[in-house]
């Protein structure tokens, strides 16, 4: 099994990033377009993603982790298994340091179709957080 990770030094605090992790009314500022969570351990989240042209997906998961620097999802991939997605996030000098891991990325098939368009998926939703908490533009609209 394999993993896509994604790194980024964001220029907010980690309560602020965390928030963005976990807060529904938060969450489809930069990454779905609808979102519902229960923000604690243990938690649901239901996520919405709608892309004109293209077939809407959705991610019904866990909150596994919610600690003050790790938030731990779990990812159901619709008929191939289920994935986990965790944030890591550490104070730092201009902020947060932030990499984020999603595991269980399986191989060949179509687990090959999944990681081409997942890991530039996660490299912009990434970016777009730091946009989003630094005040900047919603990426997905560019």
Do not use: C
């Not at 239901?46 to 866990?62: A, I, W």
């Not at 986990?84 to 340091?97: C, I, N, Q």
């Amino acid at each position: 099994m394999g993993t896509i990770e994604k790194t980024v030094s964001i220029n907010a605090s980690t309560d602020r990033v965390s928030a963005a992790l976990t807060d529904a009314s938060q969450l489809v500022k930069w990454f779905p377009t609808e979102a519902k969570t229960e923000a604690q351990q243990g938690g649901q989240y239901y996520l919405k993603f709608v892309r004109p042209g293209e077939d809407d997906h959705e991610v019904n998961g866990k909150i596994t982790e919610l600690g003050p620097q790790r938030v731990s999802t779990s990812w159901p991939m619709e008929g191939l298994g289920d994935t986990s997605v965790d944030w890591f996030f550490r104070e730092s000098d201009s902020g947060t340091d932030l990499k984020m891991v999603h595991n269980d990325i399986g191989e060949g098939g179509p687990w090959d179709q999944v990681r081409a368009m997942m890991d530039p998926g996660w490299g912009m939703f990434v970016n777009n957080l730091k946009s989003y908490l630094e005040g900047g533009s919603d990426l997905r609209n560019g």
